[in-house]
């Protein structure tokens, strides 16, 4: 919305590149580590929210949120608190619902950052590139 908003398709193709690849990141990292998920270690209390099969760490919600405010505080600097709140309030709901442990959060975070620098270093390359 925000892209949109600032008519700028950079900004939405930079983003939707850093979820994507988060995303993508998170799911195999989770299946070569294997965590299960809290519901399936602990019988209470139950997740609040339809409980996924599949593992746990790292979260992929926060990994895709953090890339994606990792992203946009490239392009508005001085809107980071903002993204970033909204990230961490995303990994929070995670853990709050029943379907990850804090550490799962951290990784996905984590992870979400570099995943975000790592397009950020992209896009540095190809302006410098076009000069």
Known sequence: MLA??????????SVVAAVLVGDLTAFGLRHVIG?????????????LVHAP?????PSGHTTMAFAGATVLTYFRPRLAPVFFLLAAAIGFSRVYVGVHYPLDVLGGAALGC???LLVIVLLRLAAARRR
């Open 53 to 57: 099969n599949d593992p746990s760490f």
């Open 114 to 116: 570099l995943v975000g």
């Open 4 to 13: 949109l908003l600032w008519r700028r398709p950079m900004v939405f193709a």
């Open 35 to 47: 965590r299960p998920r809290p519901w399936r270690r602990y019988a209470l209390p139950e997740p």
